[in-house]
Nanobody, 124 residues
Framework: QVQLRESGGGLVQAGGSQRLSCAAS????????MGWYRQAPGKQRDLVAV???????NYVDSVKGRFTISRDNARNSVYLQMNSLRPEDTAVYYC??????????????????WGPGTQVTVSS
């Protein structure tokens, strides 16, 4: 019922920039936290940045000052502006959203959704 779709990945040289976008669609009442995670080959999926409905943000230390997360609540979308990219930023980037659904009986339910991922490759 709910789908997340990322876009904006690709190949970029070290020091360059990329902007990732993620849009959620489906039977959404509202969305709580939205975030970006990444997974490098042979490693676990780790949090990169998260943003609350009100715009409060948190970043992993390795991207502070280089990455900026933002969201458009009206479009159920989240973005990740990545500057000063490094080869170690190479990974599959996943969008994540905590979606609030309203069920037929009027009750609310929260479910965690993931996008399929988009590859970001930073060449040295």
């Amino acid at each position: 019922q709910v789908q997340l779709r990322e876009s904006g990945g690709g190949l970029v040289q070290a020091g360059g920039s990329q902007r990732l976008s993620c849009a959620a669609s489906g039977s959404i009442f509202t969305i709580s936290n939205m975030g970006w995670y990444r997974q490098a080959p042979g490693k676990q999926r780790d949090l990169v940045a998260v943003i609350s409905t009100g715009g409060t943000t948190n970043y992993v230390d390795s991207v502070k000052g280089r990455f900026t997360i933002s969201r458009d609540n009206a479009r159920n979308s989240v973005y990740l502006q990545m500057n000063s990219l490094r080869p170690e930023d190479t990974a599959v980037y996943y969008c994540n959203a905590l979606v609030i659904l309203k069920e037929e009986g009027g009750q609310f339910r929260s479910l965690n959704y993931w996008g399929p991922g988009t590859q970001v490759t930073v060449s040295s």
